[in-house]
C-alpha cells in the first residue's frame, strides 16, 4: 500500500512558477513509477508528467513540455513537479499518481492516488 500527500499548489500569476511536492508512504515506493495528473471543472482528468523508479525516464504532455519538470528523491519518498511559465490553463487541481513497475501515463495505469492540491493561475 501506497499513501501520497500533495502540497505546493496555490495561486500565481500569469508567467509565475509553483513547485508540487508528493511524500509517498510505504516501503516499496522504488518499484514505483511515479506521475502527475490534472483535473480542470468540466474535463477529464488528464496526464502532465511521469518518472519511472530509477528517475532515468520522463515522459510529458505535449502542453507542458519545455515549461514543467518532473523529478524524485528516492532518499525522501518524494517526487516534485516544477511547473514554470504558468498560464491560465494551466489551473486545475493536480493529482500525484503512482504505479506499480511502470509509468503511470495514462489514467487506468494508476494504481495510487493523492488527495490533490489546487493550482490557479491568474491572468
Known amino acids: 500500500q501506497v499513501q501520497l500527500v500533495e502540497s505546493g499548489g496555490g495561486l500565481v500569476q500569469v508567467g509565475g512558477s509553483l513547485r508540487l511536492s508528493c511524500a509517498a508512504s510505504?516501503?516499496?515506493?522504488?518499484?514505483?513509477?511515479m506521475g502527475w495528473f490534472r483535473q480542470a471543472p468540466g474535463n477529464e482528468r488528464e496526464f502532465v508528467a511521469a518518472?519511472?523508479?530509477?528517475?532515468?525516464?520522463?515522459y510529458y504532455a505535449d502542453s507542458v513540455k519545455g515549461r514543467f519538470t518532473i523529478s524524485r528523491d528516492n532518499a525522501k519518498n518524494t517526487v516534485y513537479l516544477q511547473m514554470d511559465s504558468l498560464l491560465p490553463e494551466d489551473t486545475a487541481v493536480y493529482y500525484c499518481?503512482?504505479?506499480?513497475?511502470?509509468?503511470?501515463?495514462?489514467?487506468?495505469?494508476?494504481?495510487?492516488w493523492g488527495q490533490g492540491t489546487q493550482v490557479t493561475v491568474s491572468s
Open positions: 518518472i519511472s523508479w530509477s528517475g532515468g525516464s520522463t
Open positions: 510505504g516501503r516499496t515506493f522504488m518499484r514505483h513509477g
Open positions: 499518481a503512482a504505479a506499480v513497475d511502470q509509468m503511470p501515463v495514462r489514467v487506468r495505469l494508476v494504481d495510487y
